[in-house]
T-cell receptor
Framework: DAGVIQSPRHEVTEMGQEVTLRCKPI?????LFWYRQTMMRGLELLIY????????DSGMPEDRFSAKMPNASFSTLKIQPSEPRDSAVYFC???????????FGAGTRLSVL | QKEVEQNSGPLSVPEGAIASLNCTYS??????FFWYRQYSGKSPELIMF????GDKEDGRFTAQLNKASQYVSLLIRDSQPSDSATYLC????????????FGTGTKLQVIP
């Protein structure tokens, strides 16, 4: 299996622009997680899905952030409008029911200028 | 009080020594405990998990869990420079199956 695949690997954008991050979980995994990592706050859970349904979005910082999972093999995290304080590494991870070990993608490094 | 706490380090040990990394958690009902290793610029990678009190060994790594003290540790024997990384403690809190909370990590430096 190719593992969790995220795109793009790097994103540089200007403040106010829309940013879309993408994730393909490991085939057969029914849980998908979005995290944000910064030096100051460490690894923070933003939202997670089970069987494509959002279960807990309490970590989403504000309404500028939204996430969708239209099918079992694809999820997006969108920031609109983006702000410099959104600059961070965003990770996607997946796992499956009965095994709470999460496997991480390579991450997307976002820089908002 | 943070849900999962770790000393940020850096923890410096000489090559060949034992590195001891510690983690405490606040939720007494926590069920699953993990150690992830993260190299600079890379994603977290699972190296150990433990569910029951006691020790669990895998090669040079030993995870130790003490639920009464709400304490998890990771021992790395015969430390190598390639072990230099940030080690993240993660805990599945009670009532949040599959939802894992991470500590901020301990940076380990193994000095050749």
């Amino acid at each position: 299996d190719a593992g969790v695949i995220q795109s793009p690997r790097h994103e540089v954008t200007e403040m106010g622009q829309e940013v879309t991050l993408r994730c393909k979980p490991i085939s057969g995994h029914d849980y998908l997680f979005w995290y944000r990592q910064t030096m100051m706050r460490g690894l923070e859970l933003l939202i997670y899905f089970n069987n494509n349904v959002p279960i807990d979005d309490s970590g989403m910082p504000e309404d500028r952030f939204s996430a969708k999972m239209p099918n079992a093999s694809f999820s997006t995290l969108k920031i609109q409008p983006s702000e410099p304080r959104d600059s961070a590494v965003y990770f996607c991870a997946s796992s499956f029911t009965g095994k709470d070990i999460q496997y991480f993608g390579a991450g997307t490094r976002l820089s908002v200028l | 009080q943070k849900e999962v706490e770790q000393n940020s380090g850096p923890l410096s040990v000489p090559e060949g020594a034992i590195a001891s990394l510690n983690c405490t958690y606040s939720d007494r009902g926590s069920q699953s405990f993990f150690w992830y290793r993260q190299y600079s610029g890379k994603s977290p990678e699972l190296i150990m998990f433990i569910y029951s009190n006691g020790d669990k060994e895998d090669g040079r790594f030993t995870a130790q869990l003490n639920k009464a003290s709400q304490y998890v540790s990771l021992l790395i024997r015969d430390s190598q420079p390639s072990d230099s990384a940030t080690y993240l403690c993660a805990v599945t809190l009670s009532g949040g199956y599959q939802k894992v909370t991470f500590g901020t990590g301990t940076k380990l430096q193994v000095i050749p």
